[in-house]
T-cell receptor, first 114, second 111 residues
Framework: DSGVTQTPKHLITATGQRVTLRCSPR?????VYWYQQSLDQGLQFLIQYYNGEERAKGNILERFSAQQFPDLHSELNLSSLELGDSALYFC?????????????FGSGTQLSVL | GEDVEQSLFLSVREGDSSVINCTYT??????LYWYKQEPGAGLQLLTYIFSNMDMKQDQRLTVLLNKKDKHLSLRIADTQTGDSAIYFCAERKAAGNKLTFGGGTRVLVKP
């Protein structure tokens, strides 16, 4: 158990809909990262937050947004969903100071857009 | 990711050693990682190496880093059936903390 919790584990929805994926980082970790894993694109970095502030942005679509709350949990919002958004979405967290080099991943949210 | 490349598949007999290879392109990478993903599960951090090291050993795992050739390898000694999984290498660049992953190597351990 990595200590990173993601909910829900599975999500089935229709095209055009909006969903929210939730992530609770390991206790004490300040950074949260979101990744998308798909068969054709592999593991793609979406976005990183550090202590509530956006730190880095990757290949995140404009239809997607994220935020990190004061209690450090994070949410990834996906809107106007398309079939191609079906993927496994991972959240990872890392610590502060000497702990920043290790990223621990949650078990992911499997999103199916029908 | 295009910056990190791995072979797609490796088959090995139980008890033999497995060697999984990875190449990366960014010479400024600070850390390099190996993650394991079992079916239906998340990414498990196996080990990582700082870029100024050549080798790191952790029980059955040995990581070798050749900075000149930008080549990273993971050796698993005495491979077990439980080692069957997809193994991802990843690099962390000097700027920022995000990791860039390779496409993963599927390792199949045959009894």
């Amino acid at each position: 158990d990595s200590g990173v919790t993601q909910t829900p584990k599975h999500l089935i929805t229709a095209t055009g809909q909006r969903v929210t994926l939730r992530c609770s980082p390991r206790s004490g970790d300040l950074s949260v990262y979101w990744y998308q894993q798909s068969l054709d694109q592999g593991l793609q970095f979406l976005i990183q937050y550090y202590n509530g502030e956006e730190r880095a942005k990757g290949n995140i679509l404009e239809r997607f947004s994220a935020q990190q709350f004061p209690d450090l949990h994070s949410e990834l919002n996906l809107s106007s969903l398309e079939l191609g958004d079906s993927a496994l979405y991972f959240c990872a967290s890392s610590g502060a100071g000497t702990g920043t080099e290790k990223l621990f991943f949650g078990s992911g949210t499997q999103l199916s857009v029908l | 990711g295009e910056d990190v490349e791995q072979s797609l598949f490796l088959s090995v007999r139980e008890g033999d050693s497995s060697v999984i290879n990875c190449t990366y392109t960014d010479s400024s990478s600070t850390y390099l990682y190996w993650y394991k993903q079992e079916p239906g599960a998340g990414l498990q951090l196996l080990t990582y190496i700082f870029s100024n090291m050549d080798m790191k050993q952790d029980q059955r795992l040995t990581v070798l880093l050749n900075k000149k050739d930008k080549h990273l390898s993971l050796r698993i000694a005495d491979t077990q059936t439980g080692d069957s999984a997809i193994y991802f290498c990843a690099e962390r660049k000097a700027a920022g903390n995000k990791l860039t992953f390779g496409g993963g190597t599927r390792v199949l351990v045959k009894p």
